[in-house]
């Protein structure tokens, strides 16, 4: 059974979710999704790679935890000027890596804003960027 994630806190912006199985096969559609949306806001080219790739760590990351026959759901939010990719994945109780890991100091580094959470038997981690480097 697949758990809602929280509504956005925005009520002004686009939202697309998309749920596949929790395997490493099936991320290249979530990266496409990824830039996609990004050049939808009009991302630079390199904030574009950047966000594909966090998008791409953070679901390692929670596929390394998920149980199996799990399914990965993505969600992004897009704003005017930013995007925000909520990643989730059903917890099996594990934790994820600390914010002081060199994974999670990639994620911050190509995302800016990142946070995570295990709760309501899911762990879900979100990066937000803002368009025009501010991140």
Same mark, same amino acid.
């Given at each position: ?18 749920? @596949?199985?929790?395997?490493? #096969?099936? +991320?290249?559609?979530?990266?496409? %999704?990824? =830039?996609? *949306?990004?050049? &939808? ?13 966090? @998008?791409?760590?953070?679901? #390692?990351? +929670?596929?390394?935890?998920?149980? %199996?026959? =799990?399914? *990965?759901?993505? &969600? ?26 060199? %994974?999670?100091?990639? *994620? ?28």
């Amino acid at each position: 059974m697949t758990q809602a994630l929280p509504e956005p806190d925005v009520d002004d912006e686009d939202l697309v979710v998309l749920t @596949v199985p929790a395997d490493g #096969a099936y +991320l290249s559609v979530l990266r496409t %999704a990824t =830039a996609g *949306l990004a050049a &939808r806001l009009h991302f630079t080219l390199d904030e574009i790679e950047d966000l594909r790739i966090a @998008v791409d760590e953070a679901c #390692a990351m +929670l596929l390394a935890t998920a149980p %199996a026959d =799990a399914e *990965l759901t993505c &969600r992004f939010e897009v704003a005017e000027q930013t995007l925000t990719v909520a990643v989730s994945v059903p917890s099996n109780g594990q934790r994820l890596p600390g914010t002081e890991t060199f %994974a999670w100091m990639v *994620l911050a580094a190509l995302a800016g804003s990142v946070r995570s959470d295990v709760s309501g038997g899911r762990a879900t981690i979100w990066l937000t960027m803002k368009r025009d480097g501010s991140r």
